[in-house]
C-alpha cells in the first residue's frame, strides 16, 4: 500500500541553525501539505502547496520557514534559524485530488528537538 | 470558542465494547469530516471521512454527522485491545479544493483493556 514516508525521522538541531525535513509523498498525489504538532497539543496546518506554488498557509508559517518540491517526488520543508518552540512533530500529507478524493494521508513525522 | 472541540479522555473500555466519541464544532463552513488514529509518536492514519450528514459504516467504524448541531461522532464496534490510541477528528470548509487546510481537534485517548 503506497504510503508517505519522511526523513530523518528524528533531528536534533542548535537554536539559530537552518533545518531541512524531506518527505516523499504518495506517487499520484497533487497536493501536499506540512502540519505540526507541539507535544501534548493539537495537530496544527502549516502549509499547502498545489502545482508548485502555496495554496494557503497559516499564521505560524513565516518568513522562517519555507517550502519547495525539488523535484519530482521529494517535497521538502526548510526553517531557516530554528527557535526553542519549532520544537515539535512535523508531518508531511498529501492526497491525490479531483476523482481520486480530497483525504489527505500523513506520513510518520520527523521530530524536531531544538536546543 | 475553540473551532474544534474533543474531550481528551482518556476513554476506557472493556474489550468487545462500543467506543464512543465526538467532536463539537462551531465553524458552519465545515464541510468535511475525518477520523484519523493516532498512536504515541507517530502520524496520523486515516479512518473514515465523509461529506454530508447522516451515517457512514466501514467494518467496525460508524461516522456520524449532524451539521445542524456541528456535531460529529466515530463508533468504534466490537472494540480491541489494538484499538487503543489517540482519535482525532478533522474537518475543512471545503471538500473538494486544493490547500484543504485541515482543523484538528485536540484528541480522544482510548484504552481498550482485554
Known amino acids: 500500500e503506497p504510503e508517505v514516508t519522511q526523513t530523518p525521522s528524528h533531528q536534533v538541531t542548535q537554536m539559530g541553525q537552518e533545518v531541512i525535513l524531506r518527505c516523499v509523498p504518495i506517487s499520484n498525489h497533487l497536493y501536499f501539505y506540512w502540519y505540526r504538532q507541539i507535544l501534548g497539543q493539537k495537530v496544527e496546518f502549516l502549509v499547502s502547496?498545489?502545482?508548485?506554488?502555496?495554496?494557503?498557509k497559516s499564521e505560524i508559517f513565516d518568513d522562517q520557514f519555507s517550502v519547495e518540491r525539488p523535484d519530482g517526488s521529494n517535497f521538502t520543508l526548510k526553517i531557516r534559524s530554528t527557535k526553542l518552540e519549532d520544537s515539535a512533530m512535523y508531518f508531511c500529507?498529501?492526497?491525490?485530488?479531483?476523482?481520486?478524493?480530497?483525504?489527505?494521508?500523513f506520513g510518520p513525522g520527523t521530530r524536531l528537538t531544538v536546543t | 470558542q475553540k473551532e474544534v472541540e474533543q474531550d481528551p479522555g482518556p476513554l476506557s473500555v472493556p474489550e468487545g465494547a462500543i467506543v464512543s466519541l465526538n467532536c463539537t464544532y462551531s465553524?458552519?463552513?465545515?464541510?468535511?469530516f475525518m477520523w484519523y488514529r493516532q498512536y504515541s509518536r507517530k502520524g496520523p492514519e486515516l479512518l473514515m471521512y465523509?461529506?454530508?450528514?447522516g451515517n457512514k459504516e466501514d467494518g467496525r467504524f460508524t461516522a456520524q454527522v449532524d451539521k445542524s448541531s456541528k456535531y460529529i461522532s466515530l463508533f468504534i464496534r466490537d472494540s480491541q485491545p489494538s484499538d487503543s490510541a489517540t482519535y482525532l477528528c478533522a474537518m475543512s470548509p471545503i471538500a473538494r479544493s486544493a490547500g484543504n487546510k485541515l482543523t484538528f481537534g485536540g484528541g480522544t485517548r482510548v484504552l481498550v483493556k482485554p
Open positions: 500529507a498529501s492526497s491525490a485530488g479531483g476523482a481520486q478524493g480530497y483525504e489527505q494521508y
Open positions: 465523509t461529506y454530508s450528514s
Open positions: 502547496f498545489y502545482n508548485n506554488e502555496i495554496s494557503e
Open positions: 465553524n458552519s463552513a465545515f464541510q468535511y
